[in-house]
């Protein structure tokens, strides 16, 4: 492969903002900051909302909620302890926990299960169902989650089966934490951000910006409690970069770690493979993304190209991906594709006053010249106007058709409902 050289490489500011533009200025992503590293540099850009005093309102020193990339910092732990003798991969996770994890046909659930999404652990623990939904983890204590394994069966065999599990890696982590015998939060400061000066990075418990949802609406922080190694990691564009960069290091301190976390562990087919927590793709990508209810992330390195990015958002968005996945294809010298957006329109006054009232099990309300659809149980979801009788949702795939007296709802492209107006 052809790499530009990172004089060119640093110059993608123009056909990458030409890439973001069009997704700030429809307000789909408040701040944006992506970083690129190449021959052993960094270079930021930033995007988006502005400060009173004209700077923008993220930068390389911004504290952002990062999810579910805290993940691959939880395989770089398990990849250390490995190193230092403390476990192993084939290990049963339940001889470092002390207690007795579900098995399948008396097959144990291995530190290795747990670190490839393999365990057969569904996503979050039985009967979650967080008291309040805009912090759903704030109650989610190692207690909960030990009663809540309490004759849990496996649908698969651990090893056979890749199922995305943040339970699987809250208790990934809490063994790492009992082998060392220290609090997870202190094994990350000791063992990865200490050593990579990584001073802005800590477990719930930095100064980040504000986080915003899909619709631009101000969002709370998130508490992760034991759910914390799945993702309750806060960083900086700055701190990511070095994390990244010692991924590129072969002579860094965390090289064998790094080796052995990075490496192919459990096939994926055609989605490539998975190493401890790292994703990768067949083309040697190696990635994570994340997501909370206010913020977006995308760390991704190639190796083989020593070059990596960094891409944080503001906002609960998959678009910073696209975005990221941009910048690492504009950093090699390919061209990526224009990234796909709906826009939105403004519409009469008139005739979006015509327009709430109720539809079957839905409410359509409006509010300060915004519609907002309410189902049951359901939080509000704001609609925005693609043509004067046609609305969609950025908090989900749905698309929404005023007909006379009928609302024609749709998911995921197929028609699913049709309602008749009740008054």
Do not use: C
Not at 42 to 67: C, H, P, Q
Not at 93 to 98: D, E, M, P, R, Y
Not at 250 to 275: C, F, N, Q, Y
């Amino acid at each position: 492969m052809l790499l530009l050289s990172f004089a060119l490489a640093a110059d993608i500011r123009e056909p990458l903002t030409d890439l973001v533009s069009p997704i700030v200025d429809e307000g789909l992503v408040g701040a944006l900051v992506v970083a690129v590293i190449a021959d052993g540099e960094v270079r930021y850009l930033s995007f988006g909302r502005m400060a009173l005093d004209g700077t923008r309102v993220a930068d390389k020193n911004s504290g952002f909620e990062i999810g579910s990339v805290s993940k691959v910092f939880t395989g770089l732990l398990l990849a250390e302890a490995v190193r230092r003798g403390e476990v192993q991969l084939s290990d049963p996770a339940s001889k470092h926990l002390g207690i007795e994890l579900p098995t399948w046909q008396g097959v144990p659930i291995t530190l290795l299960d747990l670190a490839t999404h393999t365990s057969g652990l569904p996503r979050l623990q039985p009967q979650f169902d967080p008291p309040d939904p805009s912090d759903p983890y704030a109650t989610a204590t190692w207690d909960t989650i030990e009663s809540s394994l309490t004759g849990l069966e496996l649908d698969d065999k651990p090893g056979d089966t890749y199922l995305y599990s943040n339970l699987g890696v809250a208790i990934l982590g809490e063994a790492l934490s009992r082998a060392a015998g220290q609090p997870f939060a202190q094994l990350v400061e000791q063992r990865i951000t200490g050593p990579l000066r990584m001073e802005s990075t800590t477990v719930d418990a930095s100064e980040i910006i504000e986080g915003h949802d899909p619709d631009g609406l101000a969002v709370a922080p998130w508490t992760l409690q034991s759910y914390a190694p799945a993702g309750g990691i806060h960083s900086t564009p700055r701190d990511l970069a070095r994390f990244v960069a010692a991924h590129l290091n072969p002579s860094s301190e965390l090289a064998p770690s790094v080796d052995l976390a990075t490496r192919k562990h459990r096939p994926l087919g055609a989605h490539g493979s998975i190493g401890l927590l790292w994703h990768r793709t067949a083309n040697g990508v190696v990635w994570h993304n994340g997501q909370t209810g206010g913020f977006h992330s995308l760390i991704a390195f190639k190796p083989d190209a020593q070059v990596g990015i960094i891409a944080l958002g503001d906002t609960a968005t998959d678009l910073v991906d696209q975005v990221g996945f941009a910048a690492l294809q504009l950093v090699v010298g390919q061209q990526p594709e224009p990234i796909p957006i709906t826009r939105s329109i403004s519409i009469d006054p008139e005739v979006l006053a015509s327009y709430p009232g109720k539809y079957g099990p839905a409410s359509i309300e409006q509010i300060d010249g915004v519609l907002w659809l309410q189902l049951p149980d359901q939080p509000k979801h704001r609609l925005w106007a693609e043509t004067e009788s046609s609305f969609f949702l950025r908090t989900a795939p749905v698309k929404l058709r005023f007909e006379g007296k009928k609302l024609l709802f749709d998911q995921d492209g197929v028609a699913h409902q049709e309602w008749r107006r009740r008054r």
